[in-house]
């Protein structure tokens, strides 16, 4: 059975920056393509950033040129930079595959306010 852990959130003032992890156990990591998601209160979970084993990423409109997704396969783990983030960036950030998902973790709440 698959655990994702994710871990880094926090509360950040407007234009800050945070670093966001999660480490995979349990199931093989590196051929799989890896997502961030998020879901703000009263709204429906987002898939925000991914990126594939052989390093090729995409994002969301709203979050390209600000957040940076990467992975590190030797330690199953991905992980979100996040720059100057904005208010609107609030919500609980989880990680998991692009398709066919993993039980979800429990995600990292990450707040974004002055």
């Known amino acids: 059975q698959v655990q994702l852990v994710e871990s880094g959130g926090g509360l950040a003032q407007p234009g800050g920056s945070l670093r966001l992890s999660c480490a995979a156990s349990g199931s093989i990591f590196s051929i799989f393509v890896m997502g961030w998601y998020r879901q703000a209160p009263g709204k429906q979970r987002e898939l925000v950033a991914t990126?594939?084993?052989?390093?090729?990423?995409n994002y969301a409109d709203s979050v390209k040129g600000r957040f940076t997704i990467s992975r590190e396969n030797a330690k199953r783990t991905v992980y979100l930079q996040m720059n100057s983030l904005k208010p609107e960036d609030t919500a609980v950030y989880y990680c998991n595959r692009q398709s066919m998902l993993w039980p979800w973790g429990q995600g990292t709440q990450v707040t974004v306010s002055s």
């Open positions: 990126i594939a084993n052989n390093g090729d990423t």
